[in-house]
């Protein structure tokens, strides 16, 4: 199976301080690949340096068979995400939303339509697609989010806790269209959660990252045999320790803010 994502020696400092130091993985096509640390572990930093919200200090990286250096608008090109803020505009309606993501991606008109509806379709929103995102519930606004990170044919998804504050049943929704998208059409996912059970079940490989270092790599399966855990949440606490963290210095910011330095480096 073909490397889809390759990370090598990976580094990203703040002045004297060191978010991500030295790491290397890689993601198999198609595979879903969760990508699990505490708060300020690192993988905040590490997903923005590789959907190039964010510049590497150095080391290298391959997104689609594409240099994160000299390919940026190719690497940018070749996924799609779905961050934990909220990112959809309210005061249009999902339709609406579908649509200037199509523009902004420069999806072919003649392409544009049947690309809505084909996604709108498969995360049960098509009758509600003229309604107002704003009268949305939680879950369909998740949904619809997923939707539009796949209206340009994206080869891999980044999904940062998509299902946070999500009840249970919109959680196995959520989860049945991700594992489609994996398994019926090829997409790479790269996940980060703090369900634990949700890794366990979907991941095909976990890589965990802690005071940004990679300390643990395989299937849940192996983490567990490592670790002589029962569990994998019982395995990560062995590798992480039970201390509360605080969020990672450099954490995602609002959507709206990666939504105006995207469209500069789109345009």
Not at 68 to 75: C, I, K, M, Q, S
Not at 228 to 252: N, P, Q, V, W, Y
Request: glycine share 8%; proline share 3%; net charge negative.
């Amino acid at each position: 199976m073909s490397k889809i994502i390759e990370v090598k020696n990976l580094n990203k400092k703040f002045g004297d301080f060191t978010a991500v130091n030295d790491i290397s993985f890689s993601v198999e096509k198609g595979n879903i690949f969760a990508f699990l640390g505490p708060n300020g572990a690192g993988k905040t930093t590490t997903i923005k340096m590789l959907t190039t919200l964010l510049p590497p200090t150095s080391g290298n990286v391959k997104v689609n068979n594409f240099d994160l250096n000299t390919d940026r608008d190719e690497v940018r090109k070749s996924f799609g995400i779905v961050f934990q803020d909220p990112s959809l505009d309210d005061d249009l309606t999902a339709y609406e939303n579908m649509n200037f993501h199509a523009v902004l991606y420069g999806v072919p008109k003649e392409e544009k339509e049947g690309r809505i509806e084909e996604l709108l379709r498969l995360v049960d929103l098509l009758d509600r697609k003229n309604d107002y995102v704003k009268n949305y519930s939680g879950g369909m606004k998740r949904r619809l989010e997923i939707a539009r990170s796949l209206i340009h044919n994206p080869e891999i998804i980044f999904l940062d806790e998509p299902t946070v504050g999500l009840d249970p049943q919109t959680r196995n929704h959520i989860w049945s269209y991700v594992v489609d998208l994996s398994k019926r059409k090829g997409v790479t996912v790269f996940l980060t959660t703090h369900y634990m059970e949700e890794a366990e079940k979907m991941a095909d490989k976990i890589v965990v990252i802690d005071h940004g270092k990679i300390i643990g790599s395989g299937t849940s399966d192996s983490l567990k045999k490592d670790t002589g855990a029962e569990s994998l949440e019982e395995a990560f606490l062995k590798l992480t320790g039970s201390e509360i963290r605080h969020d990672e210095a450099g954490s995602l910011d609002s959507l709206r803010t990666h939504a105006r330095v995207w469209g500069r480096t789109r345009r």
